[in-house]
């Protein structure tokens, strides 16, 4: 089986990419980005892209896709579209385009294209296009506030990160399974896990789904 992941080097993707590393039913995982995994491996195959024109891709089985950033980080509306929506989409149609049928995608809490959060309604319109593309298996993780070491991924740490982590620790049991921060690790082996399954249509995990402990 040959699968293709683009944000590999994201906290998210870091985990995906571990997970499809261990599976020895995976022959090739093709990477795509600026940036190459740090660790080589023997059936890692990294694709230097800067996701605006995507290079020639292998014949696929499976595509994760983990792209994301924030509109702080990216610096403006239009900068943060041009990731998490146009860049997302150009990966997702070329990897249908080279044989893909299943899609992992990695979405957010609230993603809703009625909503009058910009960075909702981006994610909602990523998500409904995605389901247009023409996938066979379409699993897509809404996680709520994500928990991990960004350190070693040279990004900076976010403090609404950090400070959600703190409350969600000092006051889990009161807070709904949705909303409770989620380790990236729990959302890759969840999404990961569901993809393989191959269940026909579209699939929605919401965090609640996803918490693993």
Do not use: C
Request: proline share 5%.
């Amino acid at each position: 089986m040959k699968v293709l992941l683009a944000g590999a080097t994201g906290l998210v993707g870091r985990e995906i990419l571990a997970r499809l590393l261990a599976d020895r039913s995976v022959t090739e995982v093709h990477t795509l980005g600026r940036r190459a995994p740090a660790a080589p491996h023997a059936r890692l195959h990294h694709h230097v892209s800067d996701l605006r024109s995507i290079p020639a891709l292998p014949p696929l089985h499976t595509v994760f896709i983990a792209l994301g950033t924030t509109i702080k980080v990216a610096g403006s509306q239009e900068a943060f579209r041009a990731v998490d929506h146009d860049a997302v989409l150009a990966v997702a149609r070329a990897a249908r385009a080279a044989g893909a049928t299943r899609l992992g995608l990695v979405s957010a809490m609230g993603a809703d294209t009625g909503s009058r959060i910009f960075y909702s309604r981006v994610k909602g319109e990523v998500e409904q296009a995605a389901a247009l593309i023409g996938f066979e298996t379409l699993v897509i993780a809404r996680p709520s506030l994500l928990v991990g070491d960004r350190g070693p991924l040279g990004q900076p740490v976010r403090r609404g990160e950090v400070v959600g982590e703190a409350i969600s620790r000092w006051l889990r049991p009161l807070i709904p399974a949705d909303v409770r921060a989620i380790r990236a690790s729990d959302v890759a082996s969840a999404l990961v896990d569901a993809v393989n399954q191959g269940q026909p249509g579209r699939r929605v995990l919401l965090s609640g789904a996803m918490q693993r402990g």
